[in-house]
């Protein structure tokens, strides 16, 4: 009888529940973010795969891997979507094509897993924390351990090209500002970003196991092994030892490493039993507050922050008397002063003794120098700071005065210094309702102007006749100068808010060119100019007159513009500014002095390997940017070497981006009739099709082929029957493997064939006819970075007549 209710049970039990005992799930097995959905567990129960629902929002989830036997969920890997949360009533879908896709409850797309190469069979969450998706052999097509976020569990590796990006907060799971990243050299980095770029800041750790002068002992893969000991392996199979687990028992307690939200690789274990807590092991930096440098960058802590390390090496950061949080709800955030000082500002009080000083022994904001005195005593660096209106805090260490100046950055304490920091605070009612003193804030140039011409008026009533139309008068000439003053503060060559873009006179742009003099080169949307601004520095630019501009208002014209002018990325040629005068609309540029990547690639001598590879990598970083990482999606729809321009350092910049919304339809400088350059198109322009971001991942495909060949796409003069096209010839030269005629025998080329190989792939998944076969662009930086495995691509042209031999 026990037996029949036992059997009965399994067969009542619902489909769920045998992935949770063994860990296996079917294709179409969903998971739906509510309050009582089950997750996917693993075949010991240790990790579950569902919807977190965080604690500040009800209706928000985050799908997301955790440790199932802690009380307290500790996420150990979760979605990269932009935002990475989902709305209640949202469902994930493992399905037979494109693996996991997460929908929201109107059935758009949020997340999907990157493009499975294959049919899906099941999907399995493994006892090790990954899950992983697998073909009816039992092959993997994807896995979490390959796409981590901001933590690694035991069995986990991490290749050369692999990053860890921390969260932004301990409960926002934005992209923070830190990484982890085992460069292509093979050293491991800890750096910081420029949010919201991936511009890298100089790492503040790094392991030493790069290349240097013995490529052998370089490092290959970062390792955490089963037993909790993390390294990192060189190519030479030898180990360079981050941390070890060995005092603690890996069979009784679980381990993980995370780069926390504060820029700290820190490695912990927990009791298996789900009692006690994560006790802290090792971590990484020893002290980030000393070690943290960023040039150009707030540091650890916001601007004018201070940073101390607190128990397990973490930072805290805290504003200085005087000072105090701009977002009160960020801790690791900026300060502002809780006053107002400037040169100016200090000039409009008649009072000689405007500040006190408050004094903080060992502090220092070591990267704000404008001014050093030495040999120098410490009663006169305070006097000196205190008549300084520039000064905001002064630093004496060893007979040295160090001014600085705001925004304070890098801020520490450091114990070794045995220094004095004097920091300058107004003593006056010039500070802000909200500051420390509780003083009234300053009252405003428009205040002051009106008050000044009420006292005026009323002056008016009390006076003789003569004397009223002398005040009159001057009264009348003081609303013609406040009249001047705005026209001149609001003038149309100033900076306008929205996108920090300067407004230029046409004049001022013909005046710069010499009257369009030079031309630095042509295109479908207009002809570049070279051009100096008439400043003291004399700042070259690159001024594109435009052709073809779709007849639309004046507002909606800077609005496409102010979209371009908002995109911030290394590899993005910086829009300084437009100009909107009637018929002529013009942009001008930032000039970058090494010219285009065709006159790079197609001249006479070949650029490196090296180098080549490097030009791919910037240009995908870039389009990845525009399609997924700026504010508003951006699809070029005309790359082209000719549109890829070189900076002083030879590194790739895309130019011309946003441009083609700016383009009619009925205008265009190709045979096609659409957008984009002949030899560099997507097939769907063609076919009357949805035109995506996919059109810019086929022509970066024919780009890269550009690069791997150092050839342009369409050769008819070529002397070779069959080479005549590129793409056709490359395909036809990867399926009999002779990429060594592709690239010319080139030595340095076939020294790193497996690169060459791996080059080659992605071109021909860039280039396949179907869209949805292109993988976008986060995909294609990680498969060039080495991050992914690259499968071997289908004909891009099935449906077209390929040469053969």
Not at 374 to 384: H, R
Not at 386 to 410: E, H, M, Q, Y
Request: charged share 20%.
């Amino acid at each position: 009888m026990v037996m029949f209710y036992g059997l009965l049970l399994l067969l009542l039990f619902p489909n769920s529940a045998f992935c949770q005992t063994n860990g296996s799930v079917k294709v179409g097995t969903t998971l739906s973010a509510t309050d009582d959905s089950p997750p996917w567990l693993s075949a010991s129960g240790d990790f579950a795969f569902g919807f977190h629902q965080l604690g500040n929002n009800k209706d928000l989830f985050l799908l997301s891997i955790w440790y199932a036997n802690i009380p307290d969920k500790t996420i150990v890997w979760y979605t990269k979507a932009n935002p990475p949360t989902a709305p209640r009533g949202s469902i994930l879908n493992l399905t037979v094509d494109r693996g996991l896709v997460l929908t929201n409850p109107q059935g758009q797309e949020l997340w999907k897993s990157d493009s499975v190469l294959g049919d899906v069979s099941h999907g399995v969450m493994s006892d090790e924390g990954n899950f992983i998706i697998e073909n009816s052999n039992s092959e993997k097509l994807w896995e979490t351990f390959d796409h981590p976020t901001d933590t690694m569990l035991p069995t986990q590796t991490l290749d050369r090209g692999g990053v860890l990006s921390s969260r932004q907060t301990e409960t926002n799971f934005s992209k923070g500002r830190f990484q982890l990243r085992l460069q292509q050299d093979g050293n491991l980095v800890l750096n910081t970003i420029n949010l919201p770029t991936d511009f890298a800041n100089r790492p503040y750790y790094a392991s030493g196991t790069d290349e240097g002068t013995d490529s052998s002992t370089a490092g290959k893969q970062l390792v955490f092994n089963e037993t909790g000991n993390m390294y990192v392996l060189r190519a030479n199979g030898g180990s360079y030892i981050l941390a070890g687990g060995d005092l603690v028992s890996s069979r009784n307690n679980y381990f993980r490493a995370i780069l926390s939200f504060d820029g700290v690789f820190t490695q912990y274990y927990h009791p298996k039993s789900g009692n006690g807590k994560w006790t802290f092991l090792k971590a990484i930096p020893d002290d980030i507050c000393l070690t943290m440098r960023v040039e150009g960058g707030a540091g650890v802590c916001g601007h004018n922050s201070l940073c101390k390390l607190k128990e397990e090496q973490r930072p805290s950061c805290g504003c200085p008397i005087g000072y105090s949080l701009i977002d009160p709800n960020d801790d690791y955030g900026s300060c502002k002063a809780d006053f107002i000082q400037g040169c100016e500002e200090d000039e409009l009080s008649s009072k000689e003794d405007l500040y006190g000083v408050e004094e903080i022994i060992n502090a220092d904001w070591p990267m704000s120098d404008y001014a050093q005195l030495k040999p120098f005593e410490g009663e006169n660096c305070k006097e000196s700071c205190l008549k300084d209106c520039l000064c905001a805090v002064a630093i004496f260490r060893d007979g040295t005065c160090w001014k600085k100046k705001l925004p304070l950055s890098n801020g520490r304490f450091n114990n070794n210094l045995n220094s004095r920091a004097f920091i300058k605070i107004r003593k006056d009612s010039f500070t802000f309702p909200n500051g420390t003193n509780g003083h009234s804030q300053a009252p405003s140039n428009k205040t002051k102007n009106q008050d000044t011409l009420i006292r005026a008026g009323a002056a008016l009533l009390g006076t003789s006749v003569f004397v009223n139309v002398v005040l009159a008068a001057a009264v009348c000439f003081g609303f013609f100068l406040i009249y001047q003053k705005k026209r001149k503060t609001f003038s149309p060559s100033q900076n306008t808010p929205e996108s920090n873009l300067r407004c230029f006179p046409y004049k001022e742009l013909e005046e710069a060119t010499n009257g369009f003099e030079e031309e630095l080169g042509r295109g479908a949307f207009g002809i570049v100019y070279k051009g100096t601004l008439q400043t003291s520095s004399g700042v070259v630019i690159a001024v594109k007159k435009l052709h073809f501009v779709a007849q639309e208002t004046e507002k909606e014209f800077r609005n496409e513009v102010n979209v371009i002018g908002q995109t911030h990325h290394k590899n993005l040629v910086r829009l300084i500014g437009y100009c909107d005068g009637g018929q002529n609309r013009l942009l001008v540029y930032e000039h970058l002095q090494n010219g285009t990547l065709a006159n790079f690639m197609f001249g006479d001598l070949k650029p490196s390997w090296k180098q080549r590879t490097g030009l791919a990598l910037d240009i995908a970083k870039g389009l990845l940017y525009l399609h997924e990482e700026c504010s508003s999606q951006i699809i070029h729809c005309d790359i082209k070497p000719q549109n890829i321009l070189l900076d002083e350092y030879n590194n790739a910049k895309i130019s011309d981006f946003g441009l083609a919304k700016l383009l009619m339809m009925n205008q265009s400088q190709t045979n096609t009739a659409i957008r984009g350059t002949k030899g560099y198109v997507a097939p769907e322009w063609f076919r009357n099709m949805p035109i995506t971001s996919k059109v810019d991942v086929y022509s970066f495909g024919v780009v890269l082929l550009e690069i791997i060949c150092c050839r342009k796409s369409v050769d008819m003069e070529n002397g070779e029957e069959g080479r005549e096209i590129l793409t056709d010839w490359a395909y036809d030269c990867f399926r009999e493997g002779s990429l060594d005629v592709l690239v010319d025998y080139e030595a340095d080329v076939l020294d790193d064939k497996k690169k060459l190989e791996t080059y080659v792939r992605v071109s021909m998944w860039c280039i396949q006819e179907n869209p949805s076969l292109r993988p976008n662009m986060r995909k294609v930086v990680q498969m060039l970075e080495g991050v992914v495995e690259v499968h071997a691509p289908p004909c891009p042209s099935p449906y077209s007549i390929t040469i053969t031999y």
